[in-house]
Structures are given as structure tokens and as C-alpha cells.
């Protein structure tokens, strides 16, 4: 007897009908399908918005990068540093603020505010 193979995508919307229409649990599908509740509650929800094709697979890679610098930012950065080589780090931070190119971060608090006598 041969296995059914089913796609992904398949046991999602079948995993989504049995809730929404056959009336099974969210937690009675989570068990059947072998997965957790967050993860039924995913599929409800993208299945609720975007109907099957919100079940397909997404891509988890973030839209932008975290640690990518602006490429303007970074023409001006590479411009104050052609024209003053002796300058670190800090002096260009500081120039950058002082033009108003770039916002100076807010300073930490620390959890409590000083004393005042």
C-alpha cells in the first residue's frame, strides 16, 4: 500500500479546515498535526487574512539588515574621513551630529535618577 505524500501547504489548509469547519479544538489539531498551539494559531490567522496562499512558507531573513548603514550616511562618512585622516571614530560621530546628519542617541538612565540633596 503506498504512503500519501501531502505537501506543506496541504496539511496546513487541511489542519486550518479541521478547526474552522470539521469544529476540532486548537489544541485537538495542534496534537493531530503534531505541531504547537502558537503555531495552529499562526496558521489561523495568515489563513484569515490571506486565505491559502498566506499558508505557503515565508522568508524569515529581515527586510533590512540591522547593521546596514544607510548608503548616504555612509558617502558622508567616508567623505569627512578622506578629509581628515587623523580622525577617529568619535570626532566623526560627533561631526556627524554636529552637521545634523545623524541624531544623538539619548543617554541611559540607568534605572533611577540621582539623588537630590
Do not use: C
Not at 527586510?63 to 558622508?76: F, I
Not at 541624531?103 to 535618577?113: K, M, N, T, Y
Request: glycine content about 12%; proline content about 6%.
Amino acid at each position: 500500500m503506498r504512503m500519501r505524500q501531502v505537501s506543506v501547504m496541504q496539511q496546513r489548509h487541511e489542519m486550518v479546515l479541521a478547526v474552522r469547519q470539521r469544529g476540532i479544538s486548537v489544541s485537538g489539531a495542534a496534537a493531530l498535526f503534531g505541531v504547537s498551539r502558537q503555531t495552529v494559531h499562526k496558521w489561523l490567522a495568515r489563513y484569515d487574512a490571506e486565505g491559502v496562499e498566506g499558508l505557503g512558507d515565508r522568508s524569515s531573513r529581515p527586510l533590512v539588515p540591522s547593521g546596514q548603514v544607510d548608503g548616504g550616511l555612509e558617502q558622508r562618512v567616508v567623505q569627512l574621513r578622506t578629509a581628515n585622516p587623523r580622525w577617529g571614530p568619535k570626532r566623526i560621530h560627533a561631526e556627524l551630529v554636529r552637521r545634523g546628519w545623524i541624531r544623538r542617541p539619548g543617554r541611559p538612565s540607568g534605572g533611577s535618577l540621582p539623588a537630590t540633596d
